[in-house]
């Protein structure tokens, strides 16, 4: 498959799982007024397991067989974007003071730019 293919998987696949993550977010806040940390964990958590099937099926298309190999690593590569994003939020928030909402759309770009690397070059390369 083509590179740009592929990236334009990741992009549509990404803007869902953006929104998975912003509905999540937005309800956690705004009609359940939990703080926008917890908030941040559970959207970013709800988006995974979709993140997880059309990654391995769609983008990156590794096949059957390999769970036992991807699921790790996956999560070491989701552990590492969700930090960088997680870092990138307290970071915005608690000292830029930037606006939480647009903190939490900001940090979507951080995961899935770290997210997208770790996923091609460890979890699903060929």
């Known amino acids: 498959m083509k590179e740009s293919v592929r990236v334009l998987r990741f992009v549509l696949v990404g803007t869902l799982n953006a929104l998975i993550t912003a509905i999540v977010i937005g309800v956690l806040m705004d009609v359940l007024d939990c703080n926008y940390l917890w908030s941040n964990v559970a959207g970013y958590v709800a988006a995974l397991i979709n993140n997880f099937f059309w990654s391995k099926y769609w983008i990156f298309s590794s096949g059957n067989g390999q769970f036992k190999k991807e699921i790790p690593l996956f999560m070491v590569a989701f552990g590492c974007a969700y930090g960088a994003q997680f870092l990138s939020l307290l970071m915005m928030v608690e000292v830029a003071?930037?606006?939480?909402?647009?903190?939490q759309f900001l940090g979507l770009f951080v995961y899935g730019a770290v997210n997208f690397m770790m996923n091609k070059k460890i979890t699903f390369r060929h």
Not at 97 to 103: R, S
């Open 97 to 103: 003071d930037v606006n939480e909402y647009l903190a």
